[in-house]
């Protein structure tokens, strides 16, 4: 049994939608291995990178580091679960 999800289809959005989305802090993230480069999931992955450095960096970011796709589990979401947000649910990390 194949458990891998299309990575082409977890991001539905184009990469304007990053501008409604709000930046959220971590003190530390130590585990890198559940992270995905953005190029694996995205034909136009500079896109949504590019919007992304510019909101982090408007947020404080030192531009260190690279920029990742993360899971968040959906009871982290503000709003009610459904299955659209909790498909192949992610967020952009630095």
Do not use: H
Request: glycine share 4%; charged share 25%; with cysteine.
């Amino acid at each position: 049994m194949n458990t891998q999800r299309d990575k082409s289809k977890i991001i539905t959005y184009p990469p304007e939608t990053l501008r409604t989305f709000s930046v959220e802090a971590y003190q530390w993230i130590d585990n890198l291995n559940f992270t995905i480069n953005p190029e694996e999931c995205l034909k136009n992955a500079e896109e949504y990178l590019s919007i992304a450095r510019e909101m982090f960096l408007d947020a404080g970011w030192d531009g260190d580091g690279k920029i990742e796709l993360m899971w968040i589990p959906p009871f982290m979401l503000r709003s009610s679960p459904t299955a659209e947000l909790t498909l192949g649910v992610t967020n952009l990390a630095c």
